[in-house]
């Protein structure tokens, strides 16, 4: 347990709360309108905290610099602002109150794609959105959350601060890393895996990289190759291992879901309106949280 680098802390996280995380378009700059995601089943599903950090270029003032994310509930997050969510979703949970995030940190693809949509009109309602480079999203700094009486009144408590009157799901986190699951060096770490040597100076241990999975141990079976698609719809993807007990869905920089439904081929359903072109990752882990099989499929999203 402890030697896989991408064993996931799971958190329940309901379906609801994941769909529609491409697509959000709130921006401290903007003021616009993101639709409340919207369910499409009442199935429950476990989502991620995953600690396996990764490059991203960040933007603040338009200003590009290199920043490292996390991913938490299948969102994007700086581990700073992830870190401070996750207090506060444990506190939330600990008053009978779940919270998720709904939108994290964004990446100038992602915020130019928005921002299009804004400007044309023809894409994501045409919600208003920032310049690309000037969303508060870009820098890990906001996030969006599901908005509830709970939240309002004690997001301050966490240091979120609203900074988008009309936006009741939009906060800002601008405090310090508070600890948490993917902190360095604390025994939560250890047990949670890490890309990096250990901290106990012990050397002579190269980084591990990430086990080269198998191929033909997934199989995916919905959607098809190269299919059209419009945005909702179920990704089912099927093990040949026996082994597989979990498979991640990615798309891109997303990671959009885990499902451990292996008798319903991992089926996960998601909404996507995130348009065009697209290559969705499955990436099927053992008990021990060892990758051992991955498969991608590329599809088009239409309107
Ligand atoms: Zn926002």
Not at 57 to 84: D, E
Not at 119 to 141: D, E, I, K, V
Request: proline share 4%.
């Amino acid at each position: 347990m402890l030697a896989a680098k991408s064993l996931l802390i799971l958190l329940v996280a309901s379906f609801s709360t994941l769909a529609g995380c491409a697509t959000d378009a709130g921006d401290a700059e903007s003021g616009d309108h993101e639709d409340e995601p919207a369910a499409e089943s009442s199935d429950e599903l476990r989502s991620a905290v995953s600690c396996q950090e990764r490059s991203d270029t960040a933007y603040r003032g338009g200003t590009p610099y290199s920043i490292q994310v996390i991913h938490v509930g299948g969102k994007p997050t700086t581990k700073t602002t992830g870190h401070a969510f996750l207090k506060m979703q444990a506190a939330a949970n600990a008053d009978g109150v779940r919270l998720s995030l709904t939108s994290g940190f964004r990446t100038m693809a992602e915020q130019k794609h928005l921002y299009g949509c804004y400007t044309s009109g023809s894409c994501n309602n045409g919600n208003l959105a920032a310049r690309p480079g000037y969303s508060n999203h870009q820098s890990g700094l906001a996030v969006d959350v599901s908005t509830s009486t709970w939240l309002a009144r004690n997001a301050s408590r966490f240091g979120f601060v609203r900074t988008v009157s009309q936006e009741s799901w939009h906060y800002e986190y601008h405090g310090k890393d508070p600890g948490g699951p993917c902190s360095r060096g604390t025994a939560e770490a250890a047990t949670v895996g890490s890309d990096t040597a250990p901290s106990d100076g012990s050397g002579g241990t190269t980084t591990p990289s990430e086990p080269t999975p198998a191929t033909g141990g997934l199989t995916w079976v919905a959607p098809a190759q190269d299919a059209t698609l419009q945005n909702g719809f179920v990704v089912k993807s099927h093990a040949n291992k026996a082994s597989i007990v979990k498979v991640v869905y990615s798309q891109g920089t997303y990671d959009f879901g885990t499902s451990t439904r292996p008798s319903d081929d991992f089926s996960l359903s998601y909404r996507f309106q995130y348009m065009g072109d697209k290559t969705l990752t499955a990436k099927g882990y053992d008990a021990s949280g060892t990758l051992v099989a991955e498969d991608h499929v590329d599809f088009t999203l239409t309107p």
